[in-house]
Nanobody, 114 residues
């Protein structure tokens, strides 16, 4: 059974880059035909999909976040990483990683504040 675990700093200053890593166990991130996503939930709001990196390495981002987002992977560590640049307090949220939006990590709180 696949398991996902998010990790990263809980506090980021405005204008800096938020960087989170998702470590995957019980399955390879290169296995056909899985898609590995980042999703967030801001206080009082619904889930917002950020983007994915596919089994092939192809990436696709939400149009609303595309200009600030980068998702990459390290296949040797079976990890994929989210970078969100130029953050503001509106980027404060619980961030989740997921496989095919069916298997999810537990989420990690990120607060943007000076």
């Amino acid at each position: 059974q696949v398991q996902l675990q998010e990790a990263g700093p809980g506090l980021v200053k405005p204008s800096q880059t938020l960087s989170l890593t998702c470590t995957v166990s019980g399955g390879s991130i290169t296995t056909n035909y899985y898609y590995w996503s980042w999703i967030r939930q801001s206080p009082g709001k619904g889930l917002e999909w950020i983007g994915y990196i596919a089994y092939s390495g192809i990436t696709y981002y939400s149009p609303s976040l595309k200009s600030r987002t980068s998702i990459s992977r390290d296949t040797s560590k079976n990890q994929f990483t989210l970078q969100l640049m130029s953050v503001t307090p509106e980027d404060t949220a619980v961030y989740f990683c997921a496989r095919d939006l069916k298997s999810w990590g537990q989420g990690t709180q990120v607060t943007v504040s000076s």
